[in-house]
């Protein structure tokens, strides 16, 4: 059985690497939300993870051709999760993501504003010509 992790035993880091293929997301929400478990989120914490993390990898499926892979980083602080979701291929234009209002929902863009609602801080790496680095944050419960 899973048990919490101790307040010694922080600054872990999980590293996955999944294909860029739907059928691997699965994996993918299955790994961040044992590590969220850990730290002891809510159900519907770690619900919100998950979809934040699975919008995350489909987004890169849908917009980063030619990354074969997709790399998923977990780093638990002791004040929450930090969860990175890389690609490496060609898609989304920098300005297409950094300079629209991720504020507000539009039809072709919700991922984006999903996950900025389910996550506290949500930020954007993007290089058109070798992918792109997400990263979330989720402060620790209490």
């Known amino acids: 059985m899973n048990q919490p992790i ?3 035993t922080y600054s872990n880091v999980v590293e996955l690497r999944i294909p860029s293929r739907a059928e691997w997301v699965a994996l993918a929400r299955l790994a961040v939300a044992t590590v969220a478990s ?3 989120f809510s159900i519907d914490e770690i619900e919100d993870v998950k979809l934040a993390v699975a919008e995350a990898c489909t987004n890169a499926i849908q917009h ?3 990354s074969p892979f997709i790399d998923i980083r977990c780093e638990t602080l002791p004040e929450g ?3 990175n979701v890389r690609d490496f291929g060609q898609g989304t234009r920098p300005e297409h993501i950094v300079s629209r209002n991720l504020e507000e929902a539009r039809v072709g863009g919700l991922g ?3 996950i900025r609602s389910l996550m506290d801080e949500v930020s954007y790496d993007v290089h058109a010509e070798s992918g792109t680095d997400l990263s979330m944050f989720k402060r620790r419960p209490g």
Request: charged share 25%; proline share 0%; hydrophobic share 45%.
């Open 6 to 8: 101790s307040e010694e």
């Open 38 to 40: 850990r730290l002891h």
């Open 64 to 66: 980063a051709q030619g």
């Open 81 to 83: 999760l930090r969860i």
């Open 112 to 114: 984006v504003f999903l």
